[in-house]
């Protein structure tokens, strides 16, 4: 069965570095999707992405961050210059269509120091 | 905006019984869809099962079915014969239809942690 992949699944950087997260969605998705996860805290989402353009972002998807599709099959969110609250759980989600189930991939667990 | 509400912070349950999760939601909007998703203690998040607010069935897999109330913004899951493998934190979750086409966003509620007792 297709699977939307992450990698890393654990990032460690020292705040102020940059990150890019990078994910795999499923082979004949069109529309992507990147969501974090606060330990111990609700799913939010970040931006959302189709025919190579961001279709909506949300108020924490600032200037920092920046998502790009650098070839057929990856999907990459980086964030500029971390800081300590962007420690969290990061979702790649995929799906195929619009209103479509998203599938997410495993996360990477990024750590700011 | 819309808001989804998870009033159940934790529950538990005897292995092979039944439970109910619950969850309200609020939006002004007539097609939409609803989730539950799993978290279990991987923290994959994944899809348990999927209700369409235009269809009058409850949708069910296998062991789970929902209770989707349309007036009142309510949609439950029902976890039957519960197994030691249900427990997770279960997250409910909404997605506008937008008319215009684009991608649609997931709005997520708090979460319930759900455990299986043996």
């Known amino acids: 069965e297709p699977e939307v992949t992450q990698t890393p699944s654990h990032q460690v950087t020292q705040m102020g570095q940059e990150v890019i997260l990078r994910c795999v969605p499923i082979?004949?998705?069109?529309?992507f999707y990147w969501y974090r996860q606060i330990l111990g805290q609700k799913v939010e989402f970040l931006v959302s992405?189709?025919?190579?353009?961001?279709?909506?972002k949300s108020e924490i998807f600032d200037d920092q961050f920046s998502v790009e599709r650098p070839d057929g099959s990856n999907f990459t969110l980086k964030i500029r210059s971390t800081k300590l609250e962007d420690s969290a759980m990061y979702f790649c989600?995929?799906?195929?269509?619009?209103?479509?189930?998203?599938?997410f991939g495993p996360g990477t667990r990024l750590t700011v120091l | 905006a819309q808001t989804v509400t998870q009033s159940q912070p934790e529950m538990s349950v005897q292995e092979a019984e039944t439970v109910t999760l619950s969850c309200t939601y609020d939006?002004?909007?007539?097609?939409?869809?609803l989730f539950w998703y799993k978290q279990p203690p991987s923290r994959q998040m994944i899809l348990v099962i999927r209700?369409?607010?235009?269809?009058?069935q409850n949708a069910t897999e296998n062991r789970f079915s929902v209770n989707f109330q349309k007036a009142a913004k309510s949609f439950s899951l029902k976890i039957s014969d519960s197994q030691l493998g249900d427990t997770a934190m279960y997250f409910c979750?909404?997605?506008?239809?937008?008319?215009?086409?684009?991608?649609?966003?997931?709005?997520f509620g708090k979460g319930t942690k759900l455990t299986v007792n043996p």
């Open positions: 209700q369409e607010a235009y269809k009058q």
């Open positions: 989600a995929s799906s195929d269509l619009q209103g479509g189930t998203q599938y």
């Open positions: 992405f189709y025919n190579n353009e961001i279709s909506e």
């Open positions: 082979s004949n998705h069109l529309y």
């Open positions: 979750a909404f997605m506008t239809l937008l008319v215009q086409g684009g991608s649609e966003k997931l709005v």
């Open positions: 939006t002004s909007e007539s097609n939409y869809y």
